[in-house]
């Protein structure tokens, strides 16, 4: 359960690996938001995954919890993006799906 109870917080704060201490360059916001743009046309579909099909179902979610959680850093560094209006819906689906994502006990892959 504790966990369990750690995973929920870690997406709930979109937590996401430090990859170095050194200072960061200014981001390329044009660029992330591109990148962005690909990627979500790209996500799988929940709703195509049949229950039934745990794993197909856990990585859809892990991996719109992850896209989720890069579009945050991304409107928090880029707060001039076009993402910037979609945010709140996008962290709400990243909650959501989190608390999902605990409930089909899934495991996390990446």
């Known amino acids: 359960m504790r966990a369990g109870l750690t995973l929920l917080m870690a997406f709930a704060c979109g937590a996401m690996p430090v990859a170095s201490a050194t200072a960061a360059p200014a981001p390329d916001c044009k660029t992330e938001e591109a990148l962005l743009m690909k ?8 709703e195509v995954a049949s229950p039934a099909d ?3 179902t856990c990585i859809t979610l892990e991996t719109i919890i992850a896209f989720a959680g ?3 850093s991304h409107v928090g560094r880029c707060p001039a993006s076009s993402y910037t209006a979609a945010a709140a819906d996008w ?3 990243r909650v959501d799906y989190g608390a999902r994502f605990i409930q089909k006990r899934c495991k ?3």
Do not use: A, N, V, W
């Open 70 to 72: 890069r579009l945050k």
């Open 54 to 56: 745990r794993p197909i």
């Open 91 to 93: 962290e709400k689906t």
């Open 39 to 46: 990627d979500e046309s790209e996500l799988p579909r929940l």
């Open 108 to 110: 996390r892959t990446f």
